[in-house]
């Protein structure tokens, strides 16, 4: 139990169009869903929390119109990077929460490239 | 703040040595604290957790015990496999999980 799937797992995009990365939890319902990026050899940095069903609340220094955040059910959440940018390249991971539960089940990340 | 601190890797052991990897912690209230592991290429695994002080949390043969004293959750196995080559987190939350502060993780290559 407890899968968190990703899609795509890698993409690789041009400069300036926008890419759209889904979060699903497969076998629970997840109230809560995490964005993290990670840049190699780093660590997981938050990006911000989404809730189902109201807007998502994003960390410090993470430009919410950069990167849009949906999580319209309790399966799925979504996240856009607008106008990607090759500093924009890195591992994008998303982790799953059921309500009333303390632990976080991790998808697999989508790894971006941006030319 | 909360932070977490892990020693610094790659941490290089021949198979069926014993392992330890240090964590420590700092924070406000009472945390959860998580080991995860993450294979190449792969997203992040819980290993293990341990909710309370002298918790010990364990899986795989590898084990935590929460040290409220020392503020300490570090990670030990008695006997590495070439299989156990991954990075390893540490990592707590507070105020019921709704966010994860990690370790810089440890990298950790067993050889033959």
């Known amino acids: 139990g407890a899968v968190v799937s990703q899609h795509p797992s890698r993409v690789i995009c041009k400069s300036g169009t926008s890419v759209k990365i889904e979060c699903r939890s497969l076998?629970?319902?997840?109230?809560?869903m995490f964005w993290y990026r990670q840049f190699p050899k780093q660590s997981l940095m938050l990006m911000a929390t989404s809730n189902e069903g109201s807007k998502a609340t994003y960390e410090q220094g993470v430009e919410k119109d950069k990167f849009l955040i949906n999580h319209a059910s309790l399966t799925l959440s979504t996240l856009t990077v607008t106008s990607a940018h090759p500093e924009d390249s890195s591992f994008y991971i998303c982790?799953?929460?059921?309500?009333?539960?303390?632990?976080?089940?991790f998808g697999p990340g989508t790894r971006l490239l941006v030319l | 703040g909360n932070s977490v601190t892990q020693m610094e890797g790659p941490v290089t052991l021949s198979e069926e040595a014993f392992l330890t990897i240090n964590c420590t912690y700092t924070a406000t209230g009472y945390p959860s604290l998580f080991w995860y592991v993450q294979y190449p290429g792969e997203g992040l695994q819980l290993l293990l957790k341990a909710t309370k002080a002298d918790d010990k949390g364990s899986n795989k043969g590898f084990e935590a015990t929460y040290r409220k004293e020392t503020t300490s959750f570090h990670l030990e196995k008695g006997s590495v496999q070439v299989s156990d080559s991954a990075v390893y987190f540490c990592a707590l939350s507070t105020g019921g999980g709704n966010k994860l502060t990690f370790g810089t993780g440890t990298q950790l290559k067993v050889e033959l």
């Open positions: 982790s799953a929460r059921a309500p009333g539960q303390e632990t976080q089940y």
């Open positions: 076998d629970f319902q997840a109230t809560t």
